[in-house]
């Protein structure tokens, strides 16, 4: 992530940083269902596009 930030020249985020130590990564094919942690909540995603913004 640090790098795919530095190759758009986005600055370090502390947001960002505690996302991903919050993200649970795991086998979703051998999951039953979505934990808590591993969905993006809401107002981290309007941040994230807040700073990156819309390219969709």
Do not use: C, W
Request: charged share 25%; net charge neutral; no cysteine.
């Amino acid at each position: 992530m640090h790098s795919m930030m530095e190759f758009m020249q986005l600055p370090s985020s502390k947001k960002v940083d505690a996302y991903l130590d919050n993200m649970i990564i795991d086998n979703r094919n051998e999951r039953a269902s979505a934990t808590k942690k591993s969905v993006m909540p809401e107002d981290i995603k309007q941040q994230i596009l807040a700073i990156t913004g819309n390219y969709s």
